[in-house]
């Protein structure tokens, strides 16, 4: 079974740029999230769609970030424009069913470094 | 606000034992995880309670009080490659995702 596929892996852009990343979850996930881990830190929830549909996006700084799952099944993630702050590894992840036991699987990420 | 704590850095030997404790004060409680996460990879899920008590999963056991808002990861037999950071996470309610602790960094030497 495929897992959580991500790109690009590595990402240099300078602050005021814009940026956007890219998710595949594990075929017949319905549950999709983005995640934001800043060095030295746990992963901070930014959005989490159920199929096509947002249910939280309440920590996602929407003057700049924004997120889609068109058709319910790949998900892009865009930063416009970027600061420095944003500087983290994105870590997209997807899960069976929702609220039930089954873990999260997530990607391999995407590190962002804004200069 | 919610708030999950571990320590930030433990250090063990090849073949000992180690216990990471957890503890958390969050507005609700519907399962608590543990994830392994080497650096520069992805968290990789370890194992879940959301009822007190043992879990155990080969050289990993977790433990869960719900009562007293703490867990802890025990990890056998230890092994150079077991050297990564170790994250508690609790779900809020049924459907919501994870909130993530900012993770036990274990460095393990022969």
């Known amino acids: 079974e495929a897992g959580v596929a991500q790109s690009p892996r590595y990402k240099i852009i300078e602050k005021r740029q814009s940026v956007a990343f890219w998710c595949n979850p594990i075929s017949g996930h319905a549950t999709l999230y983005w995640y934001q881990q800043i060095l030295g830190q746990g992963p901070k929830l930014l959005i989490q769609?159920?199929?096509?549909?947002?249910?939280?996006d309440s920590q996602l700084p929407k003057d700049r970030f924004s997120a889609e799952r068109l058709k319910g099944v790949d998900s892009t993630l865009k930063i416009q424009p970027a600061k420095l702050e944003d500087s983290a590894v994105y870590l997209c992840?997807?899960?069976?069913?929702?609220?039930?036991?089954?873990?999260?699987?997530f990607g391999p990420g995407t590190r962002l470094t804004v200069t | 606000g919610q708030n999950i704590d571990q320590p930030t850095e433990m250090t063990a030997t090849e073949g000992a034992i180690v216990q990471i404790n957890c503890t958390y004060q969050t507005s609700g409680f519907n399962g608590l995880f543990w994830y392994q996460q080497h650096a520069g990879e992805a968290p990789t899920f370890l194992s879940y309670n959301v009822l007190d008590g043992l879990e155990e999963k080969g050289r990993f056991s977790s433990f869960l009080s719900r009562s007293k808002g703490y867990s802890y990861l025990l990890l056998k037999e230890l092994q150079m490659k077991d050297s990564a950071s170790y994250l508690c996470a609790v779900r809020l309610q049924a459907g919501t995702a994870l909130i993530f602790g900012k993770g036990t960094t274990l460095s393990v030497s022969s």
């Open positions: 992840a997807s899960s069976l069913v929702a609220g039930s036991s089954y873990e999260q699987y």
């Open positions: 769609f159920q199929n096509n549909g947002v249910v939280d």
